[in-house]
Structure formats: structure tokens, C-alpha cells
T-cell receptor, first 117, second 115 residues
Framework: GAVVSQHPSRVICKSGTSVKIECRSL??????MFWYRQFPKQSLMLMAT?????????EQGVEKDKFLINHASLTLSTLTVTSAHPEDSSFYICSARPGGRPDYEQYFGPGTRLTVT | AQSVAQPEDQVNVAEGNPLTVKCTYS??????LFWYVQYPNRGLQFLLKYITGDNLVKGSYGFEAEFNKSQTSFHLKKPSALVSDSALYFC?????????????WGLGTSLAVNP
């Protein structure tokens, strides 16, 4: 149980275009989802926290107009990188917290490798 | 300020030998502590956590960790390493003081188990 999927697993896009990454909780309802960014040989950086049906809360320094997050249902959150640039190339990981579970409990997706050329 | 330190970028160990991956933390309140493992190009998998109770926590795949409050450490251990344990290991802490419920992550330690 508690499986989280991400799609696509890897994507290459041209500079200036937008790309959408999906995060789905497959066997549970996720009231809260998190988006992380991971640079090579570096730790996870929390980008934003999204609660179903409300606006995402972004961490300091993360541009909300560039990284659009939509948590439209209890099983799906999307991250859209708008007007992507090469510096946005990174490994993006989502995690999901099941409803009614302790707030430290979260399950991670397999990640999406974004390369902007 | 809250922080997590994993002092070793890489740990090398021979298969069958015991392994230790170190983690120290700094929080103002009582910590919740976690270990996660990441295999290449994959997301993080939960290994174990300390919330309260027994200082020695046993987790998945034969791993265990000991919460040491006086040394503010939560080192990950396994009595006999396997080649398949080779991966990137992350320690994380949550400070339960105040309203901050975010996880603070270490930089990760790459474990290489040699056959």
C-alpha cells in the first residue's frame, strides 16, 4: 500500500516551453502533497506544500508563477514548470500524506528528471 | 536553528561487514528522526523513524538506528552489509517546537558495499 506515482519519469523540453509533471497517490487519498527539487549530489529542497482544494504554500525563494501547483483532487497534484530554462533542469520528487495519518508520514514518488535544452 | 548533518559524503564497506551511516541533528524541541534510502533514479523509500519510546529503532531491510539524545545523533546501522544496500541514504529531522512541521533533510551519504 501507499504507492505514489509520477509521470513522466523523464522529460526533455526546449527552453521557453512549459512542462507538466503529475503526481498520483494510487491506493490512498492524499490530503497533502509536497513537491521537492533535488540537485545532483545534494539534498531535497522542499518547493511547496499543497492541500487538496486550496492554494499551494510555497517555500521562500520559490517562484509561484514559475512553478504552478494544482492539487485538484485527493489523488492528483500537478507541477507545471512554466517558461522553462536550463537552470530548471533537475530531479523533481513529489510526496503525499494520507488523510488522517500523522503529519510526519509521507510517501514519495519515483521522481521526474527534467532536462531543459 | 534546525539542522541535520551527515558528516560523510560516502561510506565504503565490504559485503558482510557491519555498516554505519552517521547523522547528527540540532533542534530546539524534541525531534522526530527519519532515515530514507534512495536508489538510482528512484524516489525515496522510508527505512525507519524515531518518534518516542525505545531509543533503538528497527526498520526495513535489517537496518536499525539508535537515538542518542546526549550526542544528538541518530546513526543508521546494519550488522552485515549487502551489495544491494548500495544507495544514497538521507537522514531527516522534524523539530516539534513551535508550529514548524517541515522535515529538515541532510545532504545524503552514498553507501557503496563492495563484493
Amino acid at each position: 500500500g501507499a504507492v505514489v506515482s509520477q509521470h513522466p519519469s523523464r522529460v526533455i523540453c526546449k527552453s521557453g516551453t512549459s512542462v507538466k509533471i503529475e503526481c498520483r497517490s494510487l491506493d490512498f487519498q492524499a490530503t497533502t502533497m509536497f513537491w521537492y527539487r533535488q540537485f545532483p549530489k545534494q539534498s531535497l529542497m522542499l518547493m511547496a506544500t499543497s492541500n487538496e482544494g486550496s492554494k499551494a504554500t510555497y517555500e521562500q525563494g520559490v517562484e509561484k508563477d514559475k512553478f504552478l501547483i494544482n492539487h485538484a483532487s485527493l489523488t492528483l497534484s500537478t507541477l507545471t514548470v512554466t517558461s522553462a530554462h536550463p537552470e530548471d533542469s533537475s530531479f523533481y520528487i513529489c510526496s503525499a500524506r494520507p488523510g488522517g495519518r500523522p503529519d510526519y508520514e509521507q510517501y514519495f514518488g519515483p521522481g521526474t528528471r527534467l532536462t531543459v535544452t | 536553528a534546525q539542522s541535520v548533518a551527515q558528516p560523510e559524503d560516502q561510506v565504503n564497506v565490504a559485503e558482510g561487514n557491519p555498516l554505519t551511516v552517521k547523522c547528527t541533528y540540532s533542534v530546539s524541541g524534541n525531534p522526530y528522526l527519519f532515515w530514507y534510502v534512495q536508489y538510482p533514479n528512484r524516489g525515496l523509500q522510508f527505512l525507519l523513524k524515531y518518534i518516542t519510546g525505545d531509543n533503538l529503532v528497527k526498520g526495513s531491510y535489517g537496518f536499525e538506528a539508535e537515538f542518542n539524545k546526549s550526542q544528538t545523533s541518530f546513526h543508521l546501522k546494519k550488522p552485515s552489509a549487502l551489495v544491494s544496500d548500495s544507495a544514497l541514504y538521507f537522514c531527516a529531522v522534524r523539530d516539534n517546537a513551535g508550529n514548524n512541521r517541515k522535515l529538515i533533510w541532510g545532504l545524503g551519504t552514498s553507501l557503496a558495499v563492495n563484493p
